[in-house]
């Protein structure tokens, strides 16, 4: 997997000031008398990243998911492959309308689910969208970030699951809904596939999650917005 938030390292010895007026790769002295030799850039991915945990900060908090002992923590960074078991994505239809599913239980949620037994991310997202939202992926998913989970459970969810760490992946694509859900018998019964506007996507997924859900959507909002 790709990073897709530009957190990508560079070095060099232009420079570049910080907020607080210091040179970014400030020289330092190698010795008394000696020659400057300049201090590496930060990583051009750092400064976004920031931006991004200031723009949504209950996203990026600690946070503790008790259904599943879970402290989890959010980053913009990606995990490597074999920790992810769970893949999500904020779905666009035309118009910029986020796709969300309601479940028997009157719940609402992005479709997404759990990864199978030697399952590609890939293949995992578009049989989710097939099974929970009726929808097909019309170009490449973005990925945004994962929370990144440690659980104090004895034994994995699933037997071929990493444990006690594994890694939710979030991400956001263009997609069309043109058929329904396939309902599996072991997964979520949906009853509803909704298209709604990014602030009536919010509400809705409010009403069941905390309030980092919201910004989850208004994080896809946000760099799908920005040049890619």
Known sequence: MTDTTGATTTTGTTEATSTGGTPDSAATPDGAGGPLIPRPSRPAGADRA???AALFPALHAPQYWAWGRYDARF??????????????LVGFTDGGRVVLCRDDRDHW????????????????????LREEAGARLLGEPVWLGAH??????????????????????WGWAEVTVDSV???????EQVVEVRAADPAEARRLLLSGHEAWWGELIGLAVELRSRPR
């Open 109 to 128: 949620f992005l479709p997404g689910g759990t990864r199978e037994h030697g399952e590609s991310v890939d293949s995992c997202l578009v049989r989710e």
């Open 75 to 88: 980053s913009t960074v990606l995990p490597p492959d074999e920790l992810v078991t769970n893949i999500h």
């Open 50 to 52: 920031a931006e991004l």
């Open 148 to 169: 990144r989970c440690v659980t104090d459970d004895p034994v994995p969810y699933r037997p071929w699951q990493p444990h006690p760490e594994k890694a939710w992946l």
């Open 181 to 187: 859900p396939t309902n599996p018998d072991d997964g």
